[in-house]
């Protein structure tokens, strides 16, 4: 499993270097783990699963943005 995940993993890890390049985008995201963490130390595995998706999206509605400015990176 980890074999498959390494190259997404990559792909995420360069998409959230170009997303958080000021240090201002990284409040959000800072809020966003809190809420997860909360969720998980309060045992409850609903919220923290619904966390973890508001989390994972925020990706899907950077995407467009980050390939607009950076379309070099991007096939």
Do not use: V, Y
């Amino acid at each position: 499993a980890w074999e498959a995940l390494r190259d997404i993993k990559s792909h995420m890890d360069r998409l959230c270097q170009l997303t958080i390049a000021d240090r201002s985008a990284m409040l959000p995201l800072i809020e966003q783990h809190r809420a997860i963490m909360a969720a998980i130390d309060a045992r409850d595995g609903e919220r923290a699963a619904a966390e973890i998706r508001n989390h994972l999206a925020e990706i899907l509605r950077t995407l467009p943005r980050i390939e607009a400015e950076h379309a070099d990176l991007f096939e």
